[in-house]
């Protein structure tokens, strides 16, 4: 591309106020579609059970490709809290989810330090971090999906409970992650699958992991002044339901140590995780084709003509549920297309059904 070309598109994306789709520029005589999507859901779930107990933050999908951290902390939002209190936001990164990348905008774990205002990433890092000050929470827990097998391979982040330092503020970190996962380890049969403390010792000058200080747990630690603990499985774990399941295992000794309780209790919730992976969630998407109200639960082909506004009302369904047009940046909220969309809903990194828009 010349300076001159990329002078016009820049020019003439700034003064539609928003972005039309690159590859379509020399099309411009023709009258576009236009397409308005709704905000992508951030989302915060408060348990709280009658009972005094506990309270922890449990933060999953920081990183976008890690469903098994995501899908763990949302199976959470269904089940009761009979003692102490929950708060939970599953999908912190859902464009990233969406896009099944670890960062869509770059490392989200990174930009806890710094981040500037016109990172794609910025409502939700601010938002993320609000909440972690604010929130009345013991503990902040972030749940991730490590590459390794730290117990094989003492660089690899899977499998383990990353701590920034042993103690911190006289918080114990290393006591606590090192009996959690001695109680985990119980219940885990395979040797490769056993699970470790990982020191990555931030705040020493010598630290292998300097880039900690941009982090979640590091800001956690620092400036909201809570005790943060990483609870990290493996990537390379046979399937979605065991990542799922040693999260749900992690949990289920924060929660004893903490006070909280549920109904069920996690061990049932573990033996009936097969009923939270539904193999076709259920869904309908409420579009307005030019004031036509339209409601689809499946894949359609619709003709629209030139000049039409799309615009995408509401989606019904499970949390995780959203519409991902295909080829077009996952940031931006409105667009022009001039021949054809594809506007897939997801259920988080699955596709459940495509809507084809053909401009005639
Ligand atoms: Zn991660």
């Known amino acids: 591309m010349n300076l001159t070309r990329r002078a016009f598109i820049i020019g003439l994306a700034s003064v539609a106020g928003e972005w039309v789709w690159p590859s379509s520029l020399f099309a411009a005589t023709f009258k576009p579609m236009h397409v308005v999507l709704p905000p992508k859901p951030k989302q915060i779930f408060y348990k709280e059970g009658p009972k005094k107990g506990g ?43 969406l896009a ?46 490590g590459a390794g097998f730290h117990i094989r391979n003492k660089r690899a982040w899977g499998e383990c409970i990353v701590i920034d330092e042993e103690t911190y503020q006289g918080w114990p970190l290393y006591q606590t992650a090192s009996w959690v996962v001695s109680q985990v380890n119980n219940q885990v049969i395979s040797p490769l699958h056993k699970f470790a403390v990982y020191n990555t010792q931030t705040f020493q000058p010598h630290t292998l992991h300097a880039e900690q200080r941009k982090s979640l747990t590091y800001f956690t630690l620092t400036q909201a002044k809570k005790p943060a603990f990483c609870l990290e499985v493996s990537k390379q774990l046979p399937s979605l339901q065991l990542k799922v399941k040693y999260h749900l295992l992690m949990l289920k000794y924060f929660f004893k140590l903490y006070q909280i309780e549920t ?32 409601t689809l639960c499946g894949d359609k082909t619709i003709k629209v003509p030139a000049k ?27 667009f022009r297309v001039y021949n054809k969309l594809i506007l897939k809903v997801k259920h988080d990194f699955k596709t ?5 828009f053909i401009v005639t």
């Open 263 to 294: 109904r069920p209790p996690l061990d049932k919730l573990i033996l009936d995780l097969d009923k939270y992976f539904p193999s076709k969630p259920h869904f309908c998407v409420t579009l307005r084709l030019n004031e036509t109200p339209i």
């Open 100 to 145: 099944n990348v670890r960062g869509y905008n770059g490392d989200m774990n990174r930009k806890f330090a710094f981040i500037k205002k016109g990172d794609p990433d910025y409502p939700w890092v601010t938002w993320l971090k609000e909440h972690i000050k604010l929130e009345e929470a013991d503990a902040v827990l972030s749940l991730h999906d």
């Open 55 to 97: 309270s922890l933050l449990v933060i999953g999908g920081i990183h976008g490709n890690e469903p098994g951290a995501y899908k763990a902390v949302d199976i959470l939002t269904n089940i009761e809290v009979t003692r102490g209190r929950l708060i939970l936001i599953p999908r912190s990164n859902f464009t990233s989810i």
């Open 352 to 356: 459940l059904a495509k809507v084809k």
């Open 308 to 334: 039409t506004e799309l615009k995408v009302e509401k989606i019904d369904g499970e949390n995780g549920i959203f519409v991902s047009p295909y080829g077009i940046n996952l940031n931006w909220k409105a």
